[in-house]
């Protein structure tokens, strides 16, 4: 079988030279160096063939005749499963109250996805190791958990409003699925008040979750796949009012068994648990729950108050957002 070097560095074939060394250096920044996340996950000999796959793909797409003789060969490998992801339709037609199919094995469809780029780079991570590493870190600890314990889907949310969740949410689901080459979907569930995540992308998707569960939109066709990474997007769709009443809906619990079937992970921007009950409608769907903390602005009984209204939830985690090492103390 035909080594994928493209998809080892994150990159479609066609890319310019610039771009493969561009990839080459973020994957190698990460396996070739003292990371702690990557030691907490991978023994020395992981590592090392990792590294070696790595340098294998960069010296066969940077050297032209390779390249040509490479492209030439993969031409007659079979399609990529990337262009080809698998969905549960019995899940798909449960979540749209449809009668199942057949009282037998669930049959597997095929949807492709349509792609989208960010309109300019995730600068907190491309500027700043020590921020990308604190996520490789928070990634890591997902990764232990879901080993202990099958956990997949996982509600990322906060006290209040403002306090980064969406920017958590991205920046985790990027490192995820660019670094750790995993099939990463993020779930644009605040219905109230989207989050701009949506809009840092293009082409713009002109639905999403909220269509879905009214049955105005289809869920493979809502969901948005960034271009060159296993990252794929499902973006909060039209605002509603009637938030609690569609996410109470049988509808939401369907398409998070569908993404469930087909990603490696499902990371779900919640709104925020104050002064809302959306979030406790959502907390019942996911594995666990992560809670992002500002340093500096959420008051402690703030936060206490949070917990414990999502007290029968699995609180897996608190982020600390926003932390400043020069900062001589905080609320919390």
């Not at 798909?92 to 669930?106: N, V």
């Not at 990322?156 to 670094?179: H, R």
């Not at 009950?277 to 108050?305: E, P, W, Y």
């Amino acid at each position: 079988m035909v080594k994928d070097y493209y998809r080892i560095l994150n990159l479609s074939p066609g890319v310019s030279e610039g771009e493969i060394e561009d990839s080459y250096r973020k994957a190698m920044a990460v396996y070739g160096t003292d990371s702690v996340a990557v030691y907490s996950l991978y023994t020395e000999e992981e590592r090392a063939e990792r590294v070696g796959e790595l340098n294998e793909a960069h010296a066969t797409l940077m050297d032209r005749q390779k390249r040509a003789a490479y492209d030439s060969e993969l031409c007659l490998a079979p399609a990529q499963e990337e262009c080809t992801p698998e969905v549960d339709l019995e899940s798909l037609r449960k979540s749209f109250g449809l009668p199942s199919s057949s009282p037998e094995r669930s049959t597997k469809r095929h949807f492709k996805y349509s792609r989208a780029r960010f309109k300019r780079p995730i600068e907190a991570l491309e500027s700043d190791q020590m921020v990308a590493e604190q996520y490789r870190v928070l990634f890591t600890n997902i990764e232990q958990i879901n080993q202990k314990k099958p956990s997949s889907v996982f509600a990322i949310t906060s006290a209040i409003k403002g306090e980064g969740k969406s920017v958590t949410s991205l920046n985790l689901a990027y490192v995820m699925a660019t670094e750790f080459k995993k099939r990463v979907v993020m779930v644009e569930c605040d219905l109230r008040k989207p989050s701009t995540v949506a809009e840092l992308l293009e082409p713009a998707c002109a639905q999403g979750l909220s269509d879905i569960l009214k049955g105005e939109a289809e869920l493979h066709a809502s969901i948005l796949q960034v271009e060159d990474t296993g990252l794929f997007i499902l973006p909060a769709g039209n605002i509603t009012r009637k938030t609690s009443e569609i996410l109470g809906s049988s509808r939401i619990a369907g398409v998070i068994d569908s993404l469930k079937a087909e990603f490696d992970y499902v990371l779900v921007d919640s709104p925020p648990v104050l002064p809302l009950v959306d979030m406790n409608v959502i907390s019942r769907l996911v594995d666990g729950v992560i809670m992002v903390v500002r340093a500096g602005k959420t008051q402690k009984d703030i936060v206490l108050k949070a917990f414990k209204s999502l007290s029968k939830c699995n609180v897996v985690g608190v982020v600390l957002n926003g932390a400043d090492i020069k900062l001589g103390k905080y609320y919390y």
